[in-house]
């Protein structure tokens, strides 16, 4: 007598672990863009000391943009998970057009943070630059 095997119940477990392998991939996929914390467009409001006026300006993270005598260019900014006390991050990158000495120097280059401007400050004469918005 012949003994026969159950093929059929070792090619079913194995579809079936296909089929949880695709599904986890799935939602894996839908929970990381659910996390995605990186925004388009950054927010700064920007002080003119002399004049004491408030300008909000909206740049698209990329671009450049001028601003008076001022070249702002916002490569990332990002926001914090944590909804009780939100840190908004962006790396900035500002020139002061006025000066034509030494055009590659940046009077700031590095990440600005909302909650305390303090950590990096923008040193400058006339304006001072704060983040406000990051989406």
């Avoid at 943009?65 to 500002?94: G, W």
């Avoid at 030494?102 to 305390?116: C, D, I, L, R, Y």
Wanted: charged content about 25%; some cysteine; overall charge positive.
């Amino acid at each position: 007598m012949l003994l026969k095997r159950n093929i059929l119940a070792g090619k079913s477990k194995f579809n079936l672990f296909i089929f949880i392998l695709l599904v986890y991939f799935s939602l894996f996929k839908v929970t990381a863009a659910k996390d995605n914390t990186e925004g388009t467009f950054t927010d700064l409001k920007i002080l003119d000391k002399i004049s004491s006026k408030n300008t909000l300006v909206k740049l698209k993270n990329g671009e450049l943009i001028t601003f008076n005598d001022l070249s702002i260019k916002s490569f990332k900014c990002k926001n914090s998970k944590f909804d009780d006390n939100p840190e908004i991050t962006a790396y900035i990158q500002v020139k002061d057009l006025t000066n034509k000495d030494n055009n590659e120097v940046f009077v700031f280059n590095g990440w600005m943070f909302s909650s305390s401007p303090s950590i990096t400050p923008f040193d400058h004469p006339v304006y001072d630059v704060w983040l406000i918005n990051c989406y």
